[in-house]
Each structure stands twice: as C-alpha cells, then as structure tokens.
C-alpha cells in the first residue's frame, strides 16, 4: 500500500467491495494502480434454521458507509484530496437478493445469501414442472442448472413465504436486486430519486436473464412467477449508473457527486483485476467460496463438465459482452472461520495455518465441507459435510490441514473439468483472494494440482477490478485499459514440491470421500407441525447400539485431543 505522502497524485478511483464475510472501500491510483488506502468491516451471517443463510441488508448498507468515511479519513491523514477521486466503482457477492420496498426504502425481508439452502423443495418443484426433470433445461438460455444457488428460485421462496414482498409486489411498492442493485439504489437516493439498476455479470447469476439477448427472458420470469416491473433495468458493468449523494457533514462527503460508474460480480471483478482479457485465461479466487473462471471471449461456451456459462464483463455500453467459464465451490474460506468459530480449534484464520504447517500433513484425514451440498462439478444438493480417515493418533492439527487440503482438492476438480471443456490445460494458475496470504495453502495448491500457482504482490484485484471499469467509463475516462498502458505486476509464484504419483493417489482418496458425503439430505425433512420447525433426529437413531453410539463419540473425541 502507498505511503503518505502530500502533493497531487493524479486522479483517483474508489471500490466498494461487498462480499460474503466483509465490506470494503478501497481507493487506487488511477495511473499506477497502487492501493493508497482502505477500510474493512466484518459482516454478520445469520443462520435462522439448518441450512438457511442470512444478512441484513441495512447492516450491509451501513458497513459501506462506514468504510467510506473511514477510508476518506484515513487519506486525509496521508494529505490525499478527497476531491481527487473521481469515480467508485462496485463489486459484490453474487446472487444473494434482496427485495425492498421503493417508497420507503426498507427491506421486507433478510437478504437470502447464495450459500442459502432453504429453497430446495422450491426447486423440486419447479424440477416437476421440467420435460425429464431436467436441471440443465434452462442451461442454453442461462448458462446455469436449475439450482438453490441462483437468485431466480430465493425469489421464488420470498413470494410464496414473505407475506410483506407479495403485498408489496401487488400494490407495486417492491423492487428485486442483488447486491449490487441495493447498493447503487441506496447510494445514489434511495426513495429519493435512486438507480434502480444491475450489470451484466450480477444479471447473468439470477436464472431470469437471457446471455444471448442480454435481456431479462419474458419466458424465464412467467416460469418462475416472478413479475418483471420488479426487475432492475441491465447495464454494462463501465458506465455512469447515477451520482453518489452522501451527507455534507461527514469526511466522505466529498464524494457527493462523484459519479458510480463501475459494477461488477465479484468474480468477474477479479477476471477482469488479474487483466484477464484475452481468451483462454483464468484466474482462481479464494474467498467464502472459491471460484474459477476462464475467459472464452465474446461467443459463450456451453460446459460438458458441470461448469457455469457466465457473462465476464462488458466494458461500455458499446462494447462486445465477453464470457466466461466457471468453477464454483461453496466453501473455501469458510471452511476455516467454521474452524475458529464451530469448533474453536482456533482462535484466527492466521491460526489454523499455523496448526496446519506444525504437522505437514492430515495423516491420512480427508474433510469434505459440504455444508451447502457440493456445487461444481457434481451439484448436488444432498451432499453433507463429513471428516473421514480418522484415528486415534488424528488431532486438530491434521484437521486443519485437511481443511486446507480440502479447499485445493475441490480447485482441481474444477481445473479437470475446465481443462476437459477447453481442451488446453492450464500451464498455471493465477489466484487471488484473501485466502492466498496463506502460504501453506498455495504450496499445497501447487503440489495437488501439478502447475506453479501465480500471486499477484497487490492480492486486492477483485477490488481494483470494479476501480477498473469505474475509471475507464465513458465520461469518467481517466482509466486505460489498453493493454500497453498496464504497469507491470510483481508476483510470487509458488512451484511443485512432490511428485505427480503422491498428488495424485492422495487426489483419488479425496474423490472417495467425496461419494461418502453424498446422499446425506433427504428432500423431505421432518417437520413438526405445530411449530413448521425441522425437528433433530435424536442422535441415537443414528446407531444401531449404544455401544457403537459410544464408540463414535469416543473415536470423535479423541480426533481433538492434542
């Protein structure tokens, strides 16, 4: 990050980075594209009922503001001029929706967070309405399989289960968006005057729009019962979508009337931030998830493999739409926190790599976190997380190795599926995300995937992607992206350490325990009816003694003893 230093820099651009665990505003140099400063705060998941993940949409709101008038604190502090910024830029989480109510400006309920499992018995019922029960049905349209995943069926759940949106819907006071489309509404007035407003890339996550056309698909919405006056109008992700309208009375201020200009998913954010533009490159993002993406260029490339079709990016109302292959696995980082937080085997992240690196090894333990079931390449919604391998000898320590194994043994799932549907495999793969501080983690990523893995020195490059399409929009202009104009990147790489016959046996017992997890849901959960709760199974239906009940706690118990 640039230190304090007085004088004109030259224009600046500000990101708003809204993900799973955290919101973010970051501020670059929009010449050198050098971090000058940021602010992070962590945001609170809330988990109602088994399976079932949500965020408050005002608390995400307010996290942005706070980090806006943080970081314009913070640059005040290194003598920077506010007034230097000229353009923000948004990238967000993907898919989780939000309804809202226009006239007020309230949500009528919890944002439903991708990772969310409530609406499976929606899609099964949308699965009957289907010729052969087809979850690709919808695939040459969306690019997407008919999945919990997506904001098309969330929608869905919110109208047959949120009296507050149906009123809303009806009386035409409510108004549907992802992230991004709270954000950029909030931001710009709100009730008062705000950009009702999406991208491309947010657009293409829902299962409503059409990759083609690049328009919301009439026959989409009459499928899913999802009115279309509802729906926020598409843009391309470099434009001006509205100004920022921030009280006069706060440091952050300033930007009052600095143009949003930028808006990308978070995945395409960082595509575009790793200055992915030409065809066939990829970049692996380590976040809450982990997700894969390589750019197939400006014809979409329909997967054989159980991989998404996505839009990339279109950087201008007039430019071409670019597309992207994708890999997504649910839990990455999130493995982790649920390390620290769950189990308290560890007090931080930082912790949990270095319990990790004091063994080198699982011994033999392999961790499948399929608490949201597995996306790609299997998607399968049935699939629960489970901890095999164990032994007397297993402790926390070979656990969190597994974790982090885990996470690199999903990422080369995705790379074989993507190396099978371009049919060029992957020489190395550039990553990103939070996760990659983690040095243990990319040496294991390089050792199960046989191919140096490449981290950028500047890791912020979802961020500096949505910075990227603000600064080069038309009327902002003061971001190149020729290609030419790029300052170089530094890098760390990180090679093989062990020999392709051990990665790969220890690869073909982690796809064992991968059909191990598999089957655990059932589609009809118990239900108490008096209270419309899931009821636990008591836990020693689980068994068919007591003696072995007693047996798996023991053997469970003795896996944390240190």
Excluded at 362 to 383: H, R
Aim: net charge neutral; proline share 4%.
């Amino acid at each position: 990050m640039a230190e304090a230093r007085g004088g004109a820099m030259g224009p600046l651009v500000g990101a708003i980075d809204q993900g799973t665990s955290s919101t973010r505003f970051l501020v670059f140099n929009a010449k050198t594209a050098e971090l000058l400063s940021y602010h992070q705060v962590e945001i609170q998941q809330k988990f109602p009922k088994e399976g079932w993940v949500e965020q408050d949409p005002k608390e995400i709101l307010q996290s942005v503001y706070e980090c806006v008038e943080k970081t314009c604190e913070k640059l005040k502090q290194l003598n920077v001029d506010i007034a230097s910024i000229k353009a923000v830029g948004v990238c967000n989480q993907r898919e989780t929706t939000v309804v809202w109510d226009k006239q007020t400006g309230e949500p009528l309920y919890n944002a439903l967070v991708w990772l969310d499992l409530r609406t499976q018995s929606t899609v099964e019922r949308l699965l009957k309405k289907i010729p052969g029960h087809n979850k690709s049905f919808f695939k040459n349209k969306t690019g997407l399989p008919l999945s919990t995943y997506f904001s098309a069926v969330k929608l869905c759940w919110l109208l047959d289960n949120v009296k507050e949106v149906r009123q809303a819907v009806q009386e035409r006071r409510a108004l549907f968006g992802t992230i991004d489309t709270w954000l950029i509404w909030s931001l710009t007035g709100g009730k008062n005057g705000g950009v009702h407003c999406t991208d491309v890339t947010n657009a293409s996550r829902t299962m409503l729009f059409n990759i083609h056309s690049l328009e919301w698909d009439t026959e989409l919405c009459k499928f899913f019962g999802i009115p279309m006056e509802i729906l926020p109008k598409v843009r391309s992700s470099s434009e001006i979508y509205g100004l920022m309208k921030i009280s006069l009375t706060l440091s952050s201020g300033a930007l009052t009337g600095v143009p949003i200009s930028g808006c990308l998913g978070d995945q395409s954010a960082a595509l575009v931030g790793q200055m992915c533009f030409k065809d066939g490159q990829a970049k692996n993002t380590y976040g809450t998830g982990c997700f894969l993406l390589c750019n197939t260029g400006q014809k979409p490339a329909i997967s054989e493999h159980g991989l998404l079709t996505t839009v990339a990016y279109k950087m201008g109302r007039d430019k071409p739409v670019y597309y992207a292959l994708e890999g997504s696995v649910a839990i990455a980082g999130a493995v982790v926190r649920w390390l620290r937080d769950n189990l308290g085997i560890a007090k931080s992240s930082s912790e949990v790599e270095k319990l990790a690196a004091e063994v080198g090894t699982s011994y033999g333990c392999y961790f499948v976190p399929a608490f949201s079931g597995l996306y790609a390449p299997y998607w399968e919604p049935s699939a629960r997380g489970i901890i095999c391998g164990l032994t007397q000898f297993t402790n926390k320590n070979h656990i969190a190795f597994a974790a982090l194994e885990a996470v690199c043994f999903q990422t080369r799932e995705i790379l074989d599926a993507m190396n099978k549907d371009c049919g060029i495999p992957l020489r190395q793969l550039q990553v990103d995300g939070g996760m990659t501080n983690n040095k243990i983690l990319m040496q294991l990523q390089a050792d199960i995937l046989c191919i140096p893995v490449v981290k950028p020195s500047m890791p912020e490059t979802t961020a500096l992607g949505a910075a990227m399409a603000a600064g080069a929009a038309e009327g902002v202009g003061v971001w190149s992206l020729n290609p030419a104009d790029f300052t170089a990147v530094t890098s760390e790489r990180f090679e093989p350490q062990i020999n392709p016959e051990e990665s790969e046996y220890r690869y073909t017992r982690w796809k064992k325990a991968v059909q191990k997890s598999m089957g655990w849901e059932t589609t009809e959960p118990q239900v108490d009816a008096a209270h419309n709760e899931r009821r636990p199974r008591p836990i020693e239906q689980e068994f068919e003694t007591e003696e072995e009940q007693n047996l798996c706690f023991l053997f469970w118990a003795s896996g944390f003893s240190s």
